[in-house]
T-cell receptor, first 114, second 111 residues
């Protein structure tokens, strides 16, 4: 079946502009995660959605970052007033319910802020 | 919150030798410990995982060990091959909620 997809694959934006990144999880997966990976670095947790529960936003680095998940499926990560330090690869992952825990990652969106 | 440390940051081995990567974690409530392989420009892929009720798990040339008392877990790759060259990440999670990742180990297998 289809894996996790993300769009766009690459995004170049000017400093100060807003961007929206999209994640389509695997159908039926109840958990969805957003991570940020800077060049040569590890994965930084941003936000976690589980079913209809309130999301865990504890990893969002500032109030310029927000995310939503509509209908328990597609998720959008929004970065307002982008800064150069926001340049990174943004990865989305989904996982099934039932205690499996295994995450399946999308290909990522490479964001470059000029 | 959880803090995961990973060592070494880079590792070079001769083809056929073994490679060991070690991680420590801080939160004793963490109960799920996956390892991911990330090739250049690609997404992370799960290669093996272990839960806190198990001390060791093996899958062909890859094994993971967990010491809950000391709060550390390790990845062992035997009979390394050039295609094992990649960045490896460990992570810790409480029941699949937040995942905290180590900073990665760049493994190079020299033919």
């Amino acid at each position: 079946g289809a894996g996790v997809s993300q769009s766009p694959s690459n995004k170049v934006t000017e400093k100060g502009k807003d961007v929206e990144l999209r994640c389509d999880p695997i159908s039926g997966h109840t958990a969805l995660y957003w991570y940020r990976q800077s060049l040569g670095q590890g994965l930084e947790f941003l936000i976690y959605f589980q079913g209809n529960s309130a999301p865990d936003k504890s990893g969002l680095p500032s109030d310029r970052f927000s995310a939503e998940r509509t209908g328990g499926s597609v998720s959008t990560l929004t970065i307002q007033r982008t800064q150069q330090e926001d340049s990174a690869v943004y990865l989305c992952a989904s996982a099934p319910s039932g205690g499996t825990y295994e995450q399946y990652f999308g290909p990522g969106t490479r964001l470059t802020v000029t | 919150g959880e803090n995961v440390e990973q060592h070494p940051s880079t590792l070079s081995v001769q083809e056929g030798d073994s490679a060991v990567i070690k991680c420590t974690y801080s939160d004793s409530a963490s109960n799920y410990f996956p390892w991911y392989k990330q090739e250049l420009g690609k997404r992370p892929q799960l290669i093996i995982d272990i839960r806190s009720n198990v001390g060791e798990k093996k899958d062909q040339r890859i094994a993971v060990t967990l010491n809950k008392t000391a709060k550390h877990f390790s990845l062992h790759i035997t009979e390394t091959q050039p295609e094992d060259s990649a960045v490896y990440f460990c992570a810790a999670s409480i029941s699949g909620n937040q995942f905290y990742f180590g900073t990665g180990t760049s493994l190079t297998v020299i033919p």
